[in-house]
Every structure is written in structure tokens, then in C-alpha cells.
């Protein structure tokens, strides 16, 4: 938050409803409750075993009733409340036959009359470290009279047509609600806006991309007759639908902006491959873009495997920040004079130096890697505007994928291709996690490696860092002394070294962290055990697993929990039951909701728009509501609201 209107727009995403003040005869335990009062007396302390900072005080209501009080850690409170203030205490109550208390209560002067600030509803706001509820409420009091001054991006007659509040009425409502039905309307209203902002700026970019004309590329059947034959397997019907539906998209003038989203090993490469031999076929060249070294190596392999045997003259090359300079050289000729039909690589691709003939199709692998702007600078390598198509692993329900790539067509492959042997998928309890060492260390004696993946605990790579490190040295020291362990994580210099050890079965076991990519082939790897895995999503999970059980031998997935909760328990236990992908992030999707499942702050969205994903009608009538005033008004020029909310979101798009 930057701004007052920043701040003004953050609306809360839950309530402590207290009620109205209660006499402490009244007052149940387990329940919240707001009671008004004399202070008795109040003094500082230290308890006994800890030697905790306490501030306790003893609360007389009007009809003689007693509530003891104690605050943690605020020694402070001596000094701001006196014996015979009159406060009102709002908190939760514990205590029964008429002996109660409250730990922490939030705690309100009283002149006259009641409570002002201590309200029925008290809201609770997402915070960051040394900011509390109490002090972003304080904040809104002090500015909401501004909210008037808010310009609205809903103009009169989109509010009218879908029963909207005005902006600030619902601000107003968001932050300081009579009721939860106000709270409601105005987060519904929020949603709407924000999807439509987004909605807004992909009908924009969709127009903008049919606007600047590409060359098509024109399907040849000999071309995929040819593909098909190299191939030495059959593509699945999702394999061809999705490559059908690219072929239909490249045969246009206006550039194909498509979406390939395909569970683990579903055969994306293979689809990605038939589309640039086709290109080849027409003339033009093809890049392909990963986020790091080794996946880019992977792909090179892969793509002369299916391509370079069947389309003789259809070289594939690969550009690298680990390669010589000779050989860099030399890759960069090669595109430049149009001698090779393919180069993959990672952002070296998008140097300044590198220029390709006669581009026609770029792809980048795990779109959520790359920034718009390094997507926008891929596409400038050639002189005229190429076909794009961008690859994800992770299964997204199609309201999200809708909502996060509106401005991209979606292919879906979902289904393996057959002959994969299923992953043995086990929820480890605290007490099994000794048999779990013993059976990395069975499939280490039988020649096989692990993976050790280590949970995100906060959103701070530093700390991940330092957790994966820290369980690393337990596991050689204690648990895996005589085995070659690794350590991979995102603020390791060397990581590729370390894969690129792993892949050839010089270490054993490979500790890493989450936000490292492990997506690489290994066959060799049969186990995957998860620390803390219920801090992931389930489709994150199922991300993991599909890392194993890529080789001839039986592989195993084990999902070590530190929460033994039933919950817990069975949300995990899902993974032993279902191996769809797609199935599994609509279940993780019910259970946690759509900002968990893909956390909101992370793809640019608030907590109010997520959750709102879950009403797909919602979307849907967003979208239409965004195109239908694009049509009546290209550009926004008549909604200069609306023009300068999509042009702030297309900077900060181009930045990422």
C-alpha cells in the first residue's frame, strides 16, 4: 500500500463480531463478547515460569460483575489506562460460574455514552509484521471521510446494469459495515470492479495483438504425416486437439497468443515440437524459452529427438549464458543468417546481439516464470510479429486460467500419455518417518535416487534458503552420513551445477526448496518425500510427484505432514486416490478456495477478486461486460477512469 486510496481499497477479509455490550453475568465461555466497564485496579507483572511481560487488570461492570483482564507483552497499557477509567474490553471470553477473563482484549476509553471504535464488528485485515487490525481500522477511521473523492472505474451504467454500489458506499460498507450483508455487498462490488479492470486490459491486449498482423503459417498434412512417424509413440487425443487447435491459430493473420496447459508429463513438448515443424515447413524459424539452463538442455534434447531425424535440414541449437563465447557466437550466426530452424535457450535468447532471420513462432516454457516484458522482448526477435504459445505444468481450473491469461487462448492436455507406471503415493504420520528414511535408503542400495523438497514456511526466500541448508545438514550428518545429499534452492549460485549432478547420478539424494525448479527429467529418481506438505496446494503436490516415476522402476511419493489433524490428513490423503491434475486443483480449489490455491498476491489479485473466481457466472459476465465497452469505446477514450486503470496495469505487466 502507497497511497490513501491504496489503503482505502484494502478491504478487510474477515470479522470478530462481538455483539453489543454484555453484562459479565451474562458472558459464555468460547464466545466473543464486548463488555463495558470500571478498571478495578491494574498493574504490570512478570509470570512466574517464563518471565512474561503481563499488563493485568480486573473490569466491574454496572451491575457489580467482575472480568479479569491480561495483556501480553504490553507493558505500556499501565501508563494509557488508570483505576476508574471507564472502557469498554472486546475479545474472546473463557471462564464459566460466573469467574471469567479475556486475553488480549482490544480496549477502548469510554468519555460518555458507549464504545466508538469497539463496534459490533471488528474487522481483520491480511497484515504484514508490526502491523495489527486495531491499527489499520485506526488508519481507515481517519481517512475514510475521503472516500468521496474516489473516482469510480464502474462507470453509471455498468453499476446499473449489475446492482453495483458506488464506490464510496463501498468503501464505506467494506471497511465499516452495519451488518454482514453490507460487508458482502461491498466486497462483491469490489471483485466486480477489480475483474473488470482485468478483464478491461486483456480485451485490450487481445485487440492490440489482432491489430498488428502476423504471417500464417499454412497446415500441411505431409508436415504432421512426417512428425508423426519420427515420433515412435502415438500422440493422445488431448496431444491432438491441442495441436490441432494451434495448427487452426497459426493459419491466420492474426497471431495465435495460446496457452498450453498440460498436467505432468502429458506430452506438452511433443505439441510445442509439431508446431515448429510446421513453421519449418513454411520458412520460419522457432525459439524456445526456459527458465533455467538445465530445463533449456532438456528441451534441446527432446525437440532434435522429434524433429532433427524427420525434417532433415532442420537444425536445433541451443543459446545459454553457460556456454563459450565461441559457442554463443556461433549459435547467434546461425539464427541470424537463418541456418538453423530452432534455437532454445534461457533470457540469453533475449539479449540485445541476438537476431533471428525470419521468426514465426515463439514458446516459453512455465509462463509464470517470465515477465510480460521478457515475453514482449522474445516476440521482437523477428521482423514481423510471431506466433506465440506459452507452456505451464501447473493444472489450473479454466475460471482461474481464464481470469490470470484472459488476454490467451487455452489448450488443456488432460490425459498421460499410456504405459507411465503410477507414482505409490503414502501420507506419512510424525511417528513413520523413520520407515520413510529407510526406504530412500532401500532405493539408494537398489542404484535409485530422492528428492527432499523443504516447505516455503514464510514468503522470504532467505528463510526457505536457510531451512533447506538447515535440513540438509541434518540428513548428512544424521540421517543419510554415508550417502552423496545435495542442497539446491533459489539463492544458490551454482544450482545448475548441483542438477546438473543430480541428472547424472552423482548425488543421491537432493534436498531443494520449492521455488527452485526440479521440474527435470531424472527416470533415475524414484522417490519424492515432501517435508511439511500440508503447506502446499494439492496441485503443487502433484507437481512433485510427477517428477518421479519417470524410469522403468517403481517410484514413490511420501507426503510428510507435521499436522496430524484429520483435515490435514484427508485433504492429503486425496493425492492417494487421485492422479488427474486437473481434479485435484478443483478439489484443492473447493477445500482452500481459489486465493490459496494459487495465492492472490502473487498474481497481482487481491483476496476479494480471487475468491469471487469462485462464482464462474461472475467472471463470465465481467469478460462481457469489458468487451462490450471496448466495442462501444476502442480505447477507452470516453471511460478516462477505466483507460488509466488498464494503462497503470499494462506497466506494471511490462515490468514483471
Not at 498421460?416 to 530412500?440: H, K
Request: glycine letters at 8%; hydrophobic letters at 40%.
Amino acid at each position: 500500500m502507497l497511497t490513501v486510496r491504496d489503503l482505502l481499497m484494502h478491504l478487510p477479509f474477515g470479522w470478530d463480531q462481538y455483539g453489543e455490550p454484555t453484562a459479565v453475568s451474562q458472558l459464555i465461555d468460547g464466545k466473543q463478547a464486548t463488555v463495558v466497564g470500571t478498571i478495578a485496579s491494574i498493574a504490570a507483572k512478570r509470570s512466574m515460569r517464563k518471565k512474561l511481560q503481563l499488563t493485568e487488570a480486573t473490569l466491574k461492570d454496572d451491575a457489580g460483575g467482575v472480568l479479569r483482564l491480561v495483556w501480553f507483552h504490553q507493558p505500556y497499557l499501565v501508563n494509557q489506562l488508570h483505576q476508574g477509567d471507564r472502557i469498554a474490553v472486546a475479545g474472546m471470553v473463557k471462564g464459566r460460574y460466573g469467574v471469567h477473563e479475556m486475553s488480549n482484549p482490544l480496549q477502548e476509553k469510554i468519555d460518555g455514552g458507549g464504545p466508538k471504535r469497539i463496534r459490533d464488528l471488528m474487522p481483520r485485515y491480511h497484515l504484514v509484521q508490526g502491523l495489527s487490525s486495531k491499527k489499520v481500522a485506526a488508519w481507515i477511521d481517519s481517512v475514510i471521510g475521503l472516500a468521496g473523492e474516489l473516482e469510480d472505474v464502474l462507470s453509471d451504467d455498468v453499476r446499473e446494469r449489475h446492482h453495483l454500489l458506488p464506490v464510496a458506499e463501498a468503501v464505506r460498507m467494506g471497511h465499516q459495515p452495519d451488518n454482514q450483508l453490507e460487508w458482502k455487498m461491498a466486497r462483491h462490488r469490489m471483485a466486480f470492479a477489480e475483474l473488470f479492470e482485468l478483464q478491461a486490459t486483456f480485451a485490450l491486449m487481445r485487440a492490440g495483438l489482432a491489430a498488428e498482423p502476423a504471417e500464417p503459417i499454412p497446415y500441411r498434412q505431409e508436415v504432421i504425416e512426417a512428425f508423426k512417424t519420427g515420433l515412435g509413440f502415438e500422440l493422445t487425443k488431448a496431444q491432438r486437439r491441442s495441436t490441432w487447435e494451434a495448427f487452426k491459430d497459426m493459419d491466420r493473420h492474426e497471431p495465435m497468443n495460446r496457452l498450453l496447459n498440460g498436467d505432468v508429463g502429458s506430452g506438452k513438448t511433443a505439441v510445442a515440437a509439431a508446431c515448429a515443424a510446421m513453421a519449418h515447413a513454411a520458412g520460419f524459424q522457432t525459439v524456445v524459452m526456459a527458465p533455467t539452463e538445465i530445463l533449456a538442455r532438456q528441451h534441446l534434447h527432446k525437440f532434435r529427438a522429434y524433429l532433427e531425424d524427420s525434417f532433415p535440414g532442420l537444425a536445433v541449437e541451443l543459446l545459454v549464458s553457460g556456454q563459450s563465447a565461441a559457442e554463443r557466437r556461433r549459435v547467434k550466426s546461425a539464427a541470424a543468417s537463418g541456418q538453423c530452424a530452432l534455437v532454445v535457450g534461457t533470457h540469453a535468447l533475449i539479449e540485445e546481439d541476438v537476431e533471428l532471420a525470419n521468426l514465426g513462432l515463439a514458446i516459453v516454457d512455465e509462463q509464470h516464470r517470465f515477465g510480460t516484458r521478457q515475453r514482449e522482448l522474445l516476440r521482437q526477435k523477428g521482423r514481423g510479429r510471431p506466433h506465440f504459445m506459452a507452456m505451464t505444468a501447473t493444472p489450473i481450473p479454466r475460471t482461474l486460467a481464464l481470469a490470470l491469461y484472459g488476454e490467451m487462448s487455452v489448450s488443456v492436455i488432460d490425459e498421460l500419455p499410456p504405459g507411465r507406471s503410477p507414482v505409490q503415493t503414502e501420507v506419512v504420520a510424525p511417528d513413520g518417518r523413520r520407515r520413510a528414511y529407510e526406504l530412500v535408503r532401500e532405493q539408494v542400495r537398489l542404484g535409485r535416487q530422492a528428492f527432499v523438497i523443504c516447505p516455503l514456511i514464510e514468503e522470504s526466500e532467505v528463510l526457505v534458503a536457510r531451512s533447506a541448508t538447515a535440513e540438509f545438514e541434518r540428513l548428512k550428518a544424521d540421517v543419510f552420513p554415508d550417502l552423496q545429499v545435495g542442497l539446491v534452492h533459489g539463492r544458490l549460485k551454482n544450482k545448475d551445477e548441483v542438477m546438473s549432478a543430480f541428472v547424472k547420478g552423482d548425488i543421491q539424494v537432493l534436498v531443494a526448496t520449492a521455488v527452485v525448479e526440479v521440474g527435470v527429467d531424472v527416470p533415475n529418481a524414484t522417490v519424492m518425500m515432501i517435508e511439511g506438505a500440508e503447506r502446499f496446494g494439492l496441485a503443487q503436490l502433484h507437481q512433485f510427484r510427477g517428477r518421479v516415476g519417470r524410469g522403468a522402476g517403481q517410484s514413490h511419493c511420501l507426503l510428510l505432514s507435521d499436522d496430524p489433524s484429520e483435515p490435514t490428513l484427508e485433504r492429503l490423503s486425496l493425492l492417494t486416490r487421485i492422479r488427474d491434475g486437473f481434479r485435484l486443483a478443483e478439489e484443492d480449489m473447493r477445500i482452500r478456495g481459489m486465493g490459496e490455491l494459487m495465492g492472490p498476491r502473487q498474481h497481482g489479485m487481491s483476496d476479494v477478486a480471487m475468491q469471487a473466481l469462485e462464482q464462474p457466472e461472475l467472471l463470465s459476465d465481467v469478460r462481457e461486460e469489458a468487451e462490450r465497452v471496448l466495442e462501444s469505446d476502442p480505447g477507452f477514450a470516453n471511460h478516462p477512469v477505466l483507460k488509466a486503470a488498464v494503462a497503470n496495469r499494462l506497466d506494471q505487466t511490462s515490468i514483471s
